[in-house]
């Protein structure tokens, strides 16, 4: 595996404006502390030439790097391709955003992609070290659709998979709790909002050990969040953190663009939306993991500084501030 090391990030200050790597293309980072390390589980984006259109499809991505930090502001190495379509046997293209895990000196990717049948699945894939390679299981997860999987690890040391996206990510498909093909239609907007999928995880770490839920989330009425209401409800890029014993659900609001948040006292939900921690960025998408290191907590993030194009993508990562109360303050990425 070909290990490249670079050297982009100079100083704290700098920290927002400047892509951690700029020899590829990456997106949708997951960062994780593994073996006192920051391991970064980023979508690899390329330019396949597949058209744009509203579906995503030019999100053709065909390969995962990993890549890794001894601190935010320190250089990056990147561990090189670990994981690839061709090596996924139920896998026909897309890769997008993964997550990991680490459970009994085990590393696991989670990965969403489209099945033969043009079918949003989400597989796993394991390793010895947290860089990979990762091998593939035969097929996907039994029971998951849809894309952008999250892995929780509670304090009790269960694991929890989060996931779902709307639109190109399919998960309107599945309103009716089995897959409709042509089917894109979205709730009515006095109806709930469609909502991101938890199911725990069996202790083996490679199949669900129950069915999947819905994620609630509610205003601070106590009501669940409409389908109308594109400022706050779920669209895509889930991802779950504790913090003083509250769990946090956060993601995008996809075509509002912003990364909110909901707080709950079960890693199941319901949570309570409390408010917006990253503004859109530059490029359509937005999506984001967070992380503490060192006493400090991070939020890393990606745009398009690097290409302009909203399907070559850069990651970042600044630090995320919490208030007293638990809220967390907003971060303007410019
Ligand atoms: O990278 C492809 C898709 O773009 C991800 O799965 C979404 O979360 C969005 O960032």
């Not at 709307?166 to 042509?182: E, S, T």
């Amino acid at each position: 595996m070909k290990k490249i090391l670079v050297f982009a990030i100079l100083s704290f200050g700098a920290f927002a404006q400047q892509p951690l790597v700029s020899h590829i293309y990456t997106a949708d980072p997951s960062a994780h502390l593994f073996q006192g390390k920051i391991f970064i589980y980023p979508s690899h984006d390329i330019d396949a030439g597949v058209k744009e259109d509203d579906m995503g499809s030019h999100f053709a991505m065909n390969d995962y790097h990993v890549l890794s930090q001894t601190n935010p502001a320190g250089p990056v190495t990147d561990h090189g391709v670990a994981l690839k379509l061709a090596d996924v046997p139920w896998a026909g293209k897309m890769l997008w955003a993964p997550d990991a895990a680490e459970a009994n000196g085990q590393y696991y990717l989670y990965f969403p992609a489209k099945d033969k049948d043009g079918i949003f699945r989400i597989g796993v894939a394991s390793s010895n070290k947290p860089e990979g390679s990762f091998k593939a299981e035969p097929n996907y997860m039994p029971g998951t659709f849809s894309i952008d999987p999250c892995v929780f690890k509670d304090s009790d040391g269960s694991h929890y998979l989060y996931f779902g996206g709307i639109w190109g990510g399919q998960l309107q498909r599945w309103k009716m709790g089995h897959y409709m093909a042509n089917d894109d239609s979205q709730p009515a907007n006095d109806q709930p909002a469609l909502m991101a999928k938890v199911a725990k995880l069996d202790q083996n770490m490679k199949v669900l050990a129950e069915k999947p839920r819905d994620v609630q989330i509610l205003d601070a009425n106590g009501k669940i969040l409409l389908s109308s209401d594109h400022d706050r409800r779920f669209f895509e890029a889930a991802f779950v953190h504790q913090y003083k014993g509250k769990y946090y659900f956060s993601y995008s609001t996809g075509d509002t663009h912003n990364i909110a948040y909901a707080t709950g006292s079960s890693p199941y939900g319901p949570f309570t939306y409390q408010g917006v921690i990253l503004k859109p960025v530059k490029g359509w998408t937005n999506h984001h993991s967070i992380v503490e290191h060192n006493g400090k907590w991070y939020l890393y993030f990606h745009d398009v500084q690097l290409s302009g194009r909203t399907h070559l993508r850069n990651i970042k990562v600044t630090e995320l501030k919490y208030r007293g109360d638990g809220s967390i303050e907003t971060i303007t990425a410019y």
